[in-house]
């Protein structure tokens, strides 16, 4: 678990942070489904910030990094799921490693 930060854009207040907790869920898919899953995300109105993690061109596979609120994980977890059924099981759960900063 990790903790973002955002600021308040109301110029008439004072900047305040807010924190929210958030986990880290990663996710692999086939390159020829990373589009559609990509698209669901883009679809799911801010349910999740996401990323493509590093990969080799040629490669039969892309992993995907889900930021996901505290408060989104059960919806976030239900889209996984639909996601997989749509896939037809093509779709698996990845270890997050401790340290991400490596």
């Known amino acids: 678990m990790y903790?973002?930060?955002s600021e308040s854009t109301n110029?008439?207040?004072k900047t305040q942070?807010?924190?929210?907790a958030s986990e880290i869920v990663r996710i692999r898919v086939k390159t020829e489904d990373s589009a559609f899953v990509y698209s669901i995300l883009e679809a799911s109105?801010?349910?999740c910030a996401y990323s493509t993690l590093e990969y080799r061109p040629g490669e039969a596979f892309r992993d995907l990094e889900l930021v996901?609120?505290?408060g989104q994980k059960a919806e976030v977890d239900r889209v996984i799921e639909r996601l997989k059924d749509d896939l037809k099981g093509h779709l698996y759960a990845l270890e997050v490693p401790e340290n991400r900063n490596s």
Do not use: M
């Open 45 to 47: 109105g801010g349910l």
């Open 68 to 70: 996901v609120p505290i």
């Open 11 to 13: 110029p008439k207040s």
């Open 17 to 20: 942070a807010h924190f929210s």
């Open 3 to 5: 903790f973002t930060v």
